[in-house]
């Protein structure tokens, strides 16, 4: 059975992503091309403990490199500890 507190938390994970990657798009005037939705939640996934709801990008190859690239210039960004 899956815990409501959960999904809700994956559900407002979601949204939240789901607002970032739209700002970050809009604001390289990529808006328009990719309004769909990207993120979604799942309840659990076969890869890890049940009761941990998912949250799941769909991103085409060309903005999944993109995300990969900024959060690697982030990571670089960040002094280490």
Same mark, same amino acid.
């Given at each position: 059975? +899956?815990?409501?507190?959960? $999904?809700?938390? *994956?559900?407002? *994970? *979601? ?14 005037? +990529? ?6 939705? $990207? ?7 076969? =890869? ?5 709801? +998912? $949250? $799941?990008?769909?991103? =085409? ?11 690697? +210039? ?5 002094? *280490?500890?």
């Amino acid at each position: 059975m +899956r815990d409501p507190e959960l $999904v809700s938390c *994956a559900q407002r *994970a *979601a949204a939240e992503l789901e607002r970032a990657w739209g700002e970050w798009r809009h604001s390289r005037g +990529r808006g328009e091309a990719g309004d769909e939705s $990207v993120a979604s939640y799942v309840a659990h996934s076969i =890869d890890h403990p049940w009761g941990r709801p +998912r $949250v $799941v990008l769909g991103l =085409d190859a060309e903005e999944a490199r993109e995300l990969a690239a900024l959060l690697q +210039r982030q990571e670089l960004a960040e002094p *280490a500890w």
